[in-house]
């Protein structure tokens, strides 16, 4: 069964330094979205992206954030510079059509120091 | 955005089955009912969705009161797998952002 595949697993990097979480979507899928979850919060919308640009994006998503298709297959999260709030799960997800079923990756556990 | 109200925790019994409500009251027209579960450390999974009338598939059956402000996940024998985190959403959004709530815990004894 296709899946979304997030790496690093866990990515662990000090205060002030760039991170790139990436994301392979399943290949059919043309709906990507990132969420976050920090440890023992629900889980939050970040953005979401279709036809190469962000169709919508959350207030957390500030100009700290940017998002990249840079190929056919990967889908890009970068935090510009990383501060110790930004620690939490990030989830990858990607969806055929809008407001269809989303499928999530495992995430990548980012750990700011 | 429309929101849902479940319960914070439900506990379960090995092989019986669980009942987990959510009520929607503000519901639109358009707004599709979508179940998702987090098993400990892992992402977010499809568990079901529906719109007007009932659903069934290999995980649970989605019940839907006929007035659309209320739905019931049915997991019909629960396996100690099915512990996790149950969310309700409503897909209002047209570009499908999913908003989740603190959903609710389901735990099972063997």
């Known amino acids: 069964e296709p899946e979304v595949t997030q790496t690093p697993s866990h990515q662990v990097t000090q205060m002030g330094q760039e991170v790139i979480l990436r994301c392979v979507p399943i290949?059919?899928?043309?709906?990507f979205y990132w969420y976050r979850q920090i440890l023992g919060q629900k889980v939050e919308f970040l953005v979401s992206?279709?036809?190469?640009?962000?169709?919508?994006k959350s207030e957390i998503f500030d100009d700290q954030f940017s998002v990249e298709r840079p190929d056919g297959s990967n889908f890009t999260l970068k935090i510009r510079s990383t501060k110790l709030e930004d620690s939490a799960m990030y989830f990858c997800?990607?969806?055929?059509?809008?407001?269809?079923?989303?499928?999530f990756g495992a995430g990548t556990r980012l750990s700011v120091l | 955005d429309a929101k849902t109200t479940q319960p914070n925790s439900m506990e379960s019994n090995e092989e019986e089955p669980v009942h987990l409500p959510c009520n929607h009251s503000?519901?639109?027209?358009?707004?599709?009912i979508h179940w998702y579960r987090q098993l400990p450390s892992q992402g977010p999974e499809y568990v079901i969705h529906?719109?007007?009338s009932n659903v069934n598939n290999r995980m649970a059956s989605l019940a839907i009161a006929e007035d659309r402000k209320s739905s019931t996940l049915i997991l019909h024998r629960a396996t100690l797998r099915d512990a996790a985190v149950y969310y309700c959403?409503?897909?209002?959004?047209?570009?499908?952002?999913?908003?989740f709530g603190a959903g609710t815990q389901v735990v099972v004894t063997p």
């Open positions: 997800a990607s969806s055929r059509v809008a407001k269809a079923i989303q499928y």
């Open positions: 290949s059919n899928h043309l709906y």
């Open positions: 992206f279709y036809n190469n640009e962000i169709s919508e």
């Open positions: 503000t519901i639109s027209g358009t707004d599709y």
């Open positions: 529906g719109l007007t």
């Open positions: 959403i409503l897909t209002t959004d047209s570009w499908g952002k999913l908003q």
